[in-house]
C-alpha cells in the first residue's frame, strides 16, 4: 500500500514539473506569459525568462537583477520582442517569428520554475482569390480554384451564396467543379481557415463565370495565339532549309 501511494505521488510531482500553457499564435501577433500567481514577491532578487527551440538549443530571452535594477535580452532574436513586468513576473512577445517557436522557462532567485508554456507560431491564412477555367458544351461548367500564393497550411471551405457549404477539404485540394444554374445572381466563394484565422474571397458570381462572350473571346485568343506559334515555327523551319540549301 505505501508502495502504491508513493508511486502515485512521484507520478503526480512529475506531471506538475512539465504542466503549463500551450498557445498557438499567428506571425506578427503577440503573446504573454504569466507565471504562477504569487511566484513573484517583494524579496525577489532575480528574474530570468528562457527559451528552447525544437533542436533543444536554450537561450536566455530576457533578465532582470534587482542589485542594479537592469533588464537584459542577451539574444538577439528576441530584442525588439520582448518585455517583462518587473512586479508580475510576466513576458510578453509581440511581432511574433516563426524562429520564437518553442518552450518558455522561468527562473526565479536562479530557480525555475515548473510551469513551462510551448508556444508555437504560425503563418496565418491570406485572403484568398478564385481563378476560373471554363468550357463551353451541352453543359457548361467551370472549375474553381482558391488561391492566395502563400504556404498551403489550410482547410479549404466552399460556399454558394446561400451560406451552404459546397465543399471542404484540408490543405492542397482547393478545386470546385460548377455547373451553370438558373441564376445569374448564385456565386461562390472560398475560405482558407488555418488554427490562428481564417480569410474569405470575394465572391464569383455565375454571371461572370458563364458569359458565353466571354468564354468564346478566351477561345478565340487561344486559337489564335496557336496558329501564330504554328506559323512562325513554320517559317523558322523554311529558313533553316534556305540556309542549308545555300
Known amino acids: ?22 498557445v498557438m499564435k499567428a506571425v506578427n501577433s503577440e503573446t504573454t506569459f504569466s507565471p504562477v500567481s504569487g511566484s513573484v514577491y517583494p524579496g525577489t532578487t532575480s528574474i530570468t525568462w528562457k527559451h528552447r527551440d525544437n533542436a533543444g538549443v536554450v ?35 509581440r511581432s511574433l517569428q516563426l524562429t520564437h517557436t518553442g518552450v518558455y522557462t522561468l527562473d526565479i532567485n536562479s530557480k525555475e520554475q515548473r510551469k513551462q508554456f510551448t508556444l508555437t507560431v ?27 500564393d502563400g504556404p498551403s497550411e489550410s482547410t479549404v471551405i466552399w460556399k454558394n451564396s446561400a451560406g451552404e457549404t459546397l465543399y471542404r477539404r484540408d490543405r492542397n485540394t482547393r478545386i470546385l467543379t460548377v455547373t451553370k444554374s438558373s441564376d445569374p445572381e448564385n456565386s461562390y466563394t472560398c475560405t482558407l481557415k488555418s488554427a490562428v484565422n481564417e480569410e474569405t474571397s470575394d465572391p464569383m458570381y455565375e454571371r461572370d463565370l458563364f458569359d458565353v462572350d466571354s468564354i468564346a473571346q478566351s477561345n478565340i485568343a487561344i486559337i489564335i495565339a496557336t ?3 504554328v506559323v512562325l515555327l513554320l517559317i523558322l523551319f523554311i529558313w533553316c532549309l534556305l540556309r542549308r540549301c545555300l
Open 122 to 148: 504560425i503563418e496565418p491564412s491570406r485572403k484568398p482569390y478564385i481563378k476560373k477555367e471554363c468550357v463551353l458544351g451541352d453543359v457548361p461548367k467551370c472549375s474553381l480554384s482558391c488561391d492566395d
Open 227 to 229: 496558329v501564330i506559334a
Open 1 to 22: 500500500m505505501f508502495f502504491r501511494c508513493s508511486h502515485i505521488l512521484w507520478i503526480l510531482i512529475l506531471c506538475e514539473a512539465v504542466s503549463g500553457d500551450n
Open 59 to 93: 537561450v536566455k530571452v530576457i533578465e532582470w537583477e534587482r542589485e542594479d535594477d537592469s533588464t537584459a535580452i542577451p539574444n538577439s532574436k528576441f530584442r525588439s520582442h520582448a518585455s517583462l513586468d518587473k512586479r508580475t513576473g510576466e513576458l510578453t512577445l
